[in-house]
Each structure stands twice: as structure tokens, then as C-alpha cells.
């Protein structure tokens, strides 16, 4: 997905019409945001089968409530048992966490405004960049990495825990 | 209801400015998406504070209107800039990326390395970090994180490994470690972790060479209700191998 995300990246730059570049540039934001989402969903999907089929808008509400608790209720238990390599894994997964709710708030913001706001246009800010509604895409382009990045650390954490 | 001109005037009176235009989700959540840039005060604090977003958020939704803040700081997105740079200019054979996300003035950094680091590199990061951040940003450094593949299995991993299948023997345990997924790099690393959790009081050696978790650390270890239960999964593995 990431690469189809890059290809209509450079579309976008490389095109000459207004139009084109618009649509190809919109483009490359829901790509991006997908290439995200499909990881993000995959990896959740490890922690609990139940969480495979989760709607988009559902994530960080997720996130935000049932894995972080359980991470939690984690860290508790390896203090009661004086692991503390695994308490501080338990920390840095709840900021990642926390982290990965925004990244992803942002990332589906953005694609229901590339999907449904036509209206919004693609802002080319120089030869090389441009942006939808204030998120540049350089930013977009790194959405898929943070993510990983993140979700390494939950998975770590989580492991440890539940394994 | 208020639309979309009533909302962006009423945020514009508590003082908060939104950037870009104003998102509904098309799904089944409703809510309202609105970029809000912020920046900072003399005193490094976010400028609008997130209480003020907040007590703003809790206004609308009184109004039946649920809105998500997007917070895009332009001043955190050039130090992490910054620090990517750094961290890939010094350390390009070792680092592949690196993200932060700041909390109270305080960083976390992911760093993805390319390879194992050992302590030396390792303190030798950290250390730049902590003068990037600090002497330039005021910002300190609150954790560091690698993030690898590496996936040794912890104390606690082991512990709930052998309260699952004790009394176990070493080569056992080993498999059952395998099995859930972790990398145990051999039996002499297992058996010199298992010396040193006996040690701690944690496990007790049995007859047979053999392991099981300390009453002290069973009641530490706790429980849950329900299908999940590590005393149910004991006893379905007990059974199991009674039956073998």
C-alpha cells in the first residue's frame, strides 16, 4: 500500500494539471492513511482476534481505553513482582499508546477530507510539497513508519504481559 | 445546532484560532475534526492550554456537538526534525529513523535501530539526545526507546511460562518459551535466568531439576475470571498431560 501511496506522491508532484495534481495528491493522503491503517488493524488483531474487524473511528477509541488498561493493569503486576524492565515497558508502550491514538485521529481526519471534501483543495506549497487541510504530506508519508515504530513497543510490552 | 461558522466563532471567543477547515466524519462516529495549531508562551507552556480545549470540547458536547482537536505543533515537529537529522548524521550505520512525541515538557524518542546496539553506543545516543533536547529546547529527556525485533522473554514471561506447566524441567519450559513466541538464545542464557529468579525467591528448584513459582510469587502473579484464566489454562495443561 505504501508504495502505490508513493507512486501517487510523485504523480501529484510531477503532474502539470491543476486538476490532476489535486486528484492525485488527495490521493496519496487516503494511501498513506490505509497503508497506516492496515498495519495498525494487523497488529491489534495479534493482541486480541476480537479486535481484527474494528471500524476506523473505533482505533483510538480503543486505544485509548481498553489497551491502554490492560498496559496498566500490566505495569501494576510487574511492580508486585519487582520485574521492573517489564514496568518500563509498560511506560513506554503507554506513551506510544497515547501516541499512536493521535497519529491515527490525524491520519482519518485527513482521509475523510481527501475522500469527501472536494471542496478542500490540495495546497501545493513548492515544487516538491504540499498539504490538505494544514497536514503536510511529508508528515503523511512518515504516518506508516510512526506507526510501525509505536506499535513495536506496544506489541513488546504486550507480549511480556500475555504471552 | 450550531454550524460550522457558529462553532469557529464560539472557539474564536475562548481564544482558540483554528486552522484549515472544519472535518465531519462521514462514519458512524459523528464527530467533528478541527485543526488547532498551537504554540508557546514565555514559560514554554502550550498556547491554548489543553484544559482550555478541553473545558471548550465539554461545552460543545453539552450542545450535542463532539468534536476531536487536532493539535499541530509546528515548534515540536522542527525539534523532531532536528533531532532526526542529528541522530541520522551521527549515527547513520546505526539508526535507521526516529520519532518524539513531548508530554509535559518532557520527550519520548523512538529510535528504530538498523542492527543490536551495545551499552557503549547506546549511552553514547542517549547522551546526545539529552544535549540536543536540553541544550537547545529545555526539554527533557523522559524515555528512550529502541524499537527491535528483539524479544527475549522477560522474568515475568517466564514466571507465568512455569506456573503454567510446573514442575517443569528446563528443556521444557525452553520449548514453551518458543512456543509463545520468544527468542531464548540458549539453554545455558535459560538456566542462568532461572539461577538468578531462584535466587530472588521467585521459582524453587524441585527434585528432578526441576522449576515452580514461589507461593509468595504465585499470589503476586494474581488471576483473572473467566476463559482467560491462568488457573484453567493450568489445569486443562495438567490434564493434557495426564493424558499423554
Known sequence: MEIVAQHLHQEAIHRTSPIERDLFGRSAFNRYYYSMFI??????????????????AAIPDLLKGKVKDEL??????????????????????????EALAKLMEQGYATRVTADYYPDIPVDFLSANDFQLNTVSVKKAQAWPHRASAFLKTITSAWKQLNA | MLDHAGILALLGERGISVAGSIVEDTGTSKHIFIHVEVSRDPDNKQVPSNQKLKDASQYLASMGIIVEFLLTDAHHQDIEAGLRATMLHAFGNDIRNAFMSVVKNEAQVWLEPKRTLDKKMSDAIHKKLKT??????GIELGSLVMTSDANLPSNLAVLRAVRYLAPVDRPCLLRELVNRGFTVPSMDWLRRRLDAMRRKDQIVRLEGDRYAVSLKNIRSLGTVKGRESPDIARLLALAKRGMR
Not at chain 1, 498495519?39 to 476506523?56: D, I, N
Open chain 1, 72 to 97: 496498566k493493569r500490566g505495569r501494576k503486576r510487574a511492580e508486585k513482582m519487582g520485574d521492573f524492565d517489564v514496568v518500563s515497558l509498560c511506560e513506554s508502550a503507554l506513551s506510544a499508546t
Open chain 1, 39 to 56: 498495519e495498525v488493524r494487523a497488529s491489534l488483531a495479534m493482541l486480541r482476534p476480537e479486535w481484527s474487524r474494528l471500524a476506523h
Open chain 2, 132 to 137: 540536543y533536547l536540553k541544550e537547545f529546547f
